[in-house]
């Protein structure tokens, strides 16, 4: 019973340098998102998807991309770090209407230097 | 735009005391209000409300949903120093949950 599997747990980058943060669910979840979580700020959507090949823009999407091409993956893509991009990565998903909770993975902590 | 705020941003309290959390919100096509606390970590579930005035108990801890007001309180009784954490809010609408900037709850000796 894994949940929702974020890997890795802690990055640092260079300014300029890219990356993929990984999530994977084994629940059969539709619906798979990308929140960043900075001090006073809350928790804050970046990229979401309601199913394989479908991903929408959420509050916050500039400077990552995504993509869905199984039900189970759902990776977030840093083209071009910066500094700004420093956070607390989560990936949430959900089997039920997406307005009844998420379970969540255990975050990623990032740090561009 | 959907909208959560919740109140106090802080607070500091000693052990045994009781607190209370607001939460208010705006949300379109709103299906339900969470909770959820966070150590550092991930956040974990505690509740989940989708009808006015039943209140839910988990231990020291309750939540009530006024969906008339779209209002929300989260109780702890007879606080712990490990209640210390954030506290998170989140209006769950038609196109997924929207959190408040959460309640920072700190439990002195």
């Known amino acids: 019973n894994a949940g929702v599997t974020q890997t890795p747990k802690f990055q640092v980058l260079k300014t300029g340098q890219s990356m993929t943060l990984q999530c994977a669910q084994d629940?059969?979840?539709?619906?798979m998102s990308w929140y960043r979580q900075d001090p006073g700020m809350g928790l804050r959507l970046i990229h979401y998807?309601?199913?394989?090949?479908?991903?929408d823009q959420g509050e916050v999407p500039n400077g990552y991309n995504v993509s869905r091409s199984t039900t189970e993956d759902f990776p977030l893509r840093l083209l071009s770090a910066a500094p700004s991009q420093t956070s607390v990565y989560f990936c949430a998903s959900s089997i039920l209407d997406r307005g009844y909770g998420y379970t969540f993975g255990s975050g990623t902590r990032l740090t561009v230097v | 735009e959907d909208k959560v705020v919740q109140s106090p941003l802080s607070l500091v309290v000693h052990e045994g005391d009781t607190v209370t959390l607001n939460c208010s919100y705006e949300?379109?096509?709103?299906?339900?209000l969470l909770w959820y606390k966070q150590e550092k970590k991930a956040p974990t579930f505690l509740f989940m409300l989708?009808?006015?005035?039943i209140e839910k108990k988990s231990g020291r801890l309750s939540s009530i949903l006024d969906k008339k007001e779209l209002f929300s309180i989260l109780n702890i009784t007879a606080t712990q120093t490990g209640d210390s954490a954030v506290y998170l809010c989140a209006g769950g609408g038609a196109d997924g949950l929207t959190f408040g900037k959460g309640t920072h709850l700190i439990i002195q000796p």
């Open positions: 949300v379109t096509n709103f299906r339900s």
């Open positions: 998807s309601v199913g394989a090949g479908i991903t």
């Open positions: 989708t009808s006015s005035g």
């Open positions: 629940m059969n979840h539709e619906y």
